[in-house]
């Protein structure tokens, strides 16, 4: 039954594209693929807050949610005869030259490998097991996404659109083994969605294939397609919300409106940063348009008008999450305070921070190389390489360190250092590319009069900008950075497709051959789930798998559960800091097959004061000390070390 209700969103996916399908060539079909990216997550946001609403966030409800939705658009299909527009393969095809085809055939390569990597390894990114992964697990129990107790607060407040699409493919294949392709599906369409604003940047074929392979080589990008965490959702988004405004200046009508609302909002539910880059992008990309009819005042009126109903619509599909998180934080978005956003607001502030940013990405296989750039890096930065307004609590920059000790040992304390993990790696080929592109175009728009470039190089420029402004530094902001790369992409495209005098074919296929080479290492031996040692197969417990960002933590997970096992535990109390794993739990749980369920117990944040389940659980999993709680003398250990114990409650009523 699961494997036939799993199939039920490609199938509506597949149909979406044929309702959409207009011109039977090629770039209708990605423009297909475009609306049904948008529309499919959009009906999963819908049908989760019309299902949690009713508490019935279940298999039967989700199998006939899809189940309905498959119905229509076949009922859709069959009234409109779009079978018709099936295009041919003859069709779709356009005049291929040999560079074509090796660009299109290692996108095809990275396209595959991290496909394999994303269904042969589970979900084990320290994010999701924290919890991305974890609120799905909760949320699944509860049959609801409202919130809950926990200690790990991120689990309620961040924006939850990518784990609404894991809950959905979770419940209904009842296993987690689709859950890294939502970010997998998000990191095609944003492979293609860089060639169609590229095309309405007004670059050829060969500018629109430059710029999809500089994402599709993107190593952070190439590391995030087979997780589970939400930067690459976001990226495909932005790129969706950046195509339509691009159209709405060409031709301003409904259809491109209301796509452009529809991905701002998406957009948003995704990630907090998106507020960042689609104010900059946004409010750039609307520029052009209001000019166009600045002498006409009843026509400037009625498209600022139309703007101000692009937002509204884009927040009101976040208007679920809205209510929720004010209902207990008291603002419709909340995000961290400090921890998030710089404490000054000043240029110094902007150039430390962006410095900082780019020296993310400034990392080098050589690690004396990387020696020598940090310390020019801290003779620059002085005293405000480490200043607390603008840095992450508890991290640091560059501060001084043994070659043969803790170099690169604590995650905390940043180092300018070759990685291939997912939360730490930099993407210094491209960042390279992007500060020459920038550059180059600025000479190449003025006097080619294409202000509509300069428009969009001057919203992505504020975007990163307002980044570093308001946000502050964080040693593994390079994930973050994957929407700016993105939207880079067709930039890139123009500084090496636009002006062949200055740069002759060879050089242009040299640059795509170094971002290829680069990005083969991130494919190939990801750090938490490499695809040639095949980990994943020569594991003596798949369970292990789960733990490649804390190994350590593994012994102590498998004892404690094999514990709860054994006494046949049912309601189980997780006393945790907020920064634990706590999906493995609900893994084990369901491997054991029985009925056990967590529960978050003696929250003290906002949502400790939620209704439910308040008596005293029979067991407890801690990770603190039990004397830090108040009513930790009712419990006593049962087993357990230092790192996690399991405690059973004095008097037991279980």
Not at 45 to 68: C, K, M, N
Not at 443 to 461: D, E, I, K, M, S
Not at 499 to 509: D, E
């Amino acid at each position: 039954m699961n494997a036939i209700s799993v199939i039920l969103p490609p199938i509506a996916y597949a149909l979406f594209v044929l309702i959409f399908l207009g011109k039977r060539n090629f770039e209708g079909l990605l423009n297909a693929l475009t609306k049904s990216h948008v529309i499919f997550f959009l009906f999963i946001v819908i049908s989760t807050e019309i299902l949690s609403a009713f508490r019935s966030i279940d298999f039967p409800h989700l199998v006939g949610a899809w189940s309905i939705l498959v119905f229509i658009c076949i009922l859709a299909t069959a009234i409109t005869k779009r079978w018709r527009g099936i295009p041919s393969p003859l069709e779709i095809s356009f005049r291929i030259s040999w560079h074509s085809i090796f660009i299109l055939g290692t996108i095809g390569f990275l396209l595959a490998t991290t496909f394999a990597t994303a269904i042969f390894y589970p979900p084990n990114n320290w994010d999701s097991m924290t919890y991305h992964m974890a609120r799905v697990a909760n949320w699944i129990n509860n049959n609801s996404v409202t919130f809950y107790p926990t200690w790990i607060e991120r689990q309620n407040y961040q924006m939850p659109l990518a784990e609404f699409a894991i809950m959905h493919l979770q419940v209904l294949s009842d296993s987690d083994l689709f859950a890294n392709l939502v970010q997998w599906m998000c990191f095609f369409m944003s492979i293609e969605l860089c060639a169609l604003v590229a095309l309405e940047l007004g670059l050829d074929k060969t500018g629109q294939l430059v710029s999809s392979v500089f994402i599709a080589t993107l190593p952070m990008a190439v590391l995030q397609s087979s997780n589970t965490q939400t930067d690459l959702v976001l990226t495909s988004f932005m790129l969706s919300f950046t195509l339509y405004m691009l159209r709405l200046q060409k031709c301003f009508n409904l259809e491109n409106t209301l796509f452009a609302s529809i991905s701002m909002g998406l957009a948003l539910l995704t990630k907090g940063t998106a507020y960042i880059f689609c104010g900059a992008l946004g409010v750039s990309l609307a520029l052009p348009i209001l000019l166009k009819v600045k002498e006409n005042v009843i026509n400037l009126t009625k498209r600022m008008a139309c703007f101000f109903l692009i937002v509204l619509l884009a927040l009101a599909i976040n208007c679920g999450h809205f209510i929720r998180t004010f209902q207990y934080y008291g603002t419709p978005v909340t995000g961290g305070g400090e921890n998030y956003f710089n404490q000054t607001i000043s240029a110094t502030t902007l150039w430390s921070n962006t410095l900082r940013n780019i020296a993310i990405h400034c990392a080098t296989p050589s690690i004396y190389l990387n020696i020598g750039i940090e310390k020019i890096f801290q003779s620059v930065l002085g005293k405000h390489a480490n200043d607390p307004h603008t840095t992450w609590p508890k991290t640091t920059f560059g501060t001084q360190f043994n070659l043969h000790g803790d170099y690169g040992k604590n995650p905390t304390h940043f180092r300018i250092q070759f990685s291939t993990h997912e939360d730490y790696a930099g993407n210094p080929v491209h960042m390279v590319l992007i500060l020459l592109a920038f550059a180059s175009v600025f000479l190449w728009v003025r006097p080619t009069g294409q202000f509509n470039v300069g428009f969009y190089v001057a919203g992505v420029l504020l975007g990163g900008l307002f980044f570093c402004l308001f946000l502050k530094w964080q040693p593994w902001a390079s994930r973050l950075h994957t929407p700016l790369f993105a939207l880079s992409a067709p930039i890139i495209g123009i500084a090496l497709t636009n002006n062949k005098k200055a740069m002759p074919r060879p050089v242009v296929l040299a640059v795509i051959l170094s971002m290829v080479l680069y990005s083969l290492t991130f494919a190939l031996e990801n750090k938490t789930r490499p695809l040639l040692s095949q980990k994943w197969r020569k594991s003596s417990d798949y369970m292990e798998l789960y733990f490649a960002g804390r190994p350590e933590m593994y012994e102590s997970y498998r004892n404690a559960m094999d514990t709860l096992d054994k006494i046949k535990a049912r309601d189980v109390g997780l006393y945790f800091t907020g920064d634990d794993y706590e999906y493995p739990l609900w893994v084990f749980s369901k491997e054991k097959n029985h009925q056990l369920r967590f529960r978050h117990v003696s929250v003290d944040d906002s949502t400790g004061i939620i209704r439910g389940n308040t008596s005293l659980p029979p067991y407890i999993i801690s990770t603190k000390e039990i004397d830090s709680w108040l009513e930790g003398g009712e419990y006593t250990l049962l087993s357990g070390d230092n790192k996690l114990s399991v405690l059973k409650r004095i008097r037991n009523n279980e």
